[in-house]
């Protein structure tokens, strides 16, 4: 099955007759760039951030010799040919941290060029292994790299990559044969180079080509979650008031407020359409989807225009955020006191007065989740289904959960307590573990099929959000001094393998970006704390969980 691709002109005519249904967007980004740079917001910076606000050395790398001919299209993954701002940073600075230094070289080796304008970041720059699709710009892996560069000042790349992105999402999208939603985000895109018509065209992958040929659906959450970072931290709410972008969100959200058979508020989703893109036994109600899609309705809710559309999405976002967090905070939230009501479960029972309303039998119970509560703690589980409870905890949903508000203030508490009381077991030697326990033997073949990639990622980033919006930056500070102890001198690898993440992974990437940029985001964050607000939601009074439970939720 061949990759969307959308021929872009670039033989200087003038000739536009390729991008037939596109010709608007490309009107408002000649615009846009005729426009002076979006004002930014005055904030009080500490002395530390403003040492780091400058902008990393010139980087000139010439390796695009090495790239891949196909029937004479050269794929650019563009090595940095320029920087995107034309001061340098303080030596100084530098100096003193040769970690950031080495981060910002790798990052802005990993820039993708696209009509001569940065568009995101490759998933990973690593010559010594095949490239597989480790050489496309990823939605979710370019998040924190675009957050490095607005925290540094570097706009244009952001807008050009939300631009690019919703282009890519009008698309024609099959996977054999099956048309996709309208509304889906692609998972990466690439550029492909034509020096024979001297074009490029965009090459964009809606799952038809990914691991397990799942479609992706933290993509669109991301772009929307993205889309409000850039205007937060900008100030320019142009871009998101823009046609275009509008209806992207109304596409995006159409998909997920959709009524179907569902009785539940949370997303039915696939194994493989998240970060974890590949089999790990989360098929069903994946914290980390809930808790993205929790988020994106949030931001949402503050970017969509008040017309005569934009009020019935807005109506339908409040009811579902209402129900949704009604739900995740009751039924997939365990500490010790709710770990106990379950042990004690009893089971087979009818009607609206229930305790146990998904039939959840005790004896499924893992042994390990009672060593693994703490006394003072708790997390949202992995998953809740009916007659199932997966209790493993995954790291991204539960920092995500902090970051929205979809946790309570005492639920981010408890979540920051049982990080700190199982220090060991969930950051170890290496932060962070994506998910824990690791499925061994006979479950592990069951769940994901064999796969050996079910180990510690970098979350440092959302670790250090969530340490910063809970009071606790000195978790954070611990955290970061641990991976500057290992990560430029491992060359920055896609994951760590060993219970402790001692070693470096056995089918890691070097250079891998999401490290990379992960590493500078929870770096300049710490050192500037104002830079939270980009990713960071407070619970808005007027869509504050104020729903009671009805007739068929009493117990």
């Not at 925290?151 to 996977?175: A, D, Y």
Request: aromatic share 10%.
């Amino acid at each position: 099955m061949p990759l969307n691709a959308m021929d872009i002109s670039q033989n200087g005519n003038g000739s536009r007759s390729t991008l037939e249904g596109f010709g608007s967007i490309f009107e408002i980004e000649d615009i846009l760039r005729s426009l002076d740079r979006p004002r930014t917001i005055n904030v009080e910076r500490n002395r530390s951030f403003e040492l780091l606000n400058g902008l990393s050395p010139r980087q000139f790398f010439r390796d695009a010799e090495n790239q891949a001919h196909l029937e004479h299209l050269e794929y650019v993954y563009s090595p940095s040919r320029r920087s995107i701002l034309d001061s340098p940073r303080g030596s100084s600075y530098f100096e003193s941290q040769p970690v950031v230094a080495d981060a910002w070289e790798a990052l802005r080796r990993s820039l993708v060029y696209f009509r001569g304008q940065p568009v995101g970041t490759i998933a990973a720059v690593d010559n010594s292994v095949e490239k597989v699709n480790y050489d496309q710009v990823f939605v979710r892996d370019f998040v924190p790299s675009a957050l490095a560069f607005l925290m540094n000042g570097e706009h244009e790349i952001v807008k050009n990559f939300l631009l690019k992105t919703l282009r890519l999402q009008s698309s024609e999208k099959k996977i054999d044969q099956f048309k996709l939603g309208e509304g889906v985000m692609p998972a990466s895109f690439k550029v492909l180079h034509d020096p024979v018509r001297n074009n490029e065209t965009l090459i964009a992958d809606f799952g038809e080509s990914a691991i397990g040929r799942v479609a992706p659906v933290d993509s669109g959450f991301w772009w929307i979650i993205l889309l409000r970072a850039y205007t937060k931290h900008t100030g320019d709410s142009s871009l998101a008031e823009l046609p275009e972008c509008q209806k992207g969100m109304r596409l995006i959200l159409s998909l997920c407020l959709s009524e179907g058979f569902d009785t539940f508020p949370t997303l039915l989703c696939a194994d493989g359409c998240s970060m974890i893109d590949r089999r790990m036994g989360v098929y069903g109600y994946p914290i980390e989807i809930q808790a993205l899609f929790f988020m994106a309705l949030k931001c949402a809710l503050l970017l969509i225009k008040q017309d005569d559309d934009g009020k019935e999405f807005m109506d339908r976002i409040v009811n579902r955020l209402q129900a949704l967090s009604f739900h995740m905070r009751s039924y997939f939230w365990l500490d010790l006191k709710q770990l106990n009501d379950i042990y004690r479960y009893k089971t087979e029972e009818y009607s609206h007065t229930a305790v146990n309303k998904f039939n959840v039998m005790p004896d499924s119970l893992p042994d390990w989740v009672f060593d693994f509560m703490p006394s003072r703690g708790g997390y949202f589980i992995g998953n809740v289904s009916p007659a199932r409870m997966d209790f493993r905890w995954f790291c991204l949903g539960n920092c995500v959960a902090i970051l929205s508000s979809l946790a309570t203030p005492e639920q981010s508490a408890a979540i920051m307590d049982l990080i700190e009381a199982r220090w060991e077991e969930l950051v170890g030697k290496m932060p962070l573990k994506i998910c824990y326990p690791t499925l061994e033997s006979h479950q592990w073949r069951i769940s994901t099929g064999c796969d050996p990639k079910n180990t510690r990622w970098m979350l440092i980033w959302l670790l250090t959000a969530a340490c910063i919006k809970t009071g606790r930056p000195q978790i954070a500070r611990r955290a970061i001094e641990l991976a500057e102890s290992r990560l430029s001198k491992d060359h920055w690898p896609e994951y760590y393998d060993g219970k402790l993440g001692r070693y470096v992974g056995k089918q890691a990437r070097k250079f891998q970006t999401w490290s990379i940029a992960g590493y500078l985001v929870a770096k300049m964050m710490l050192e500037d704390p104002s830079h939270l607000g980009m990713i960071s939601l407070e619970e808005d009074k007027q869509t504050k969980h104020l729903i009671k439970r009805s007739a068929s939720w009493t117990s």
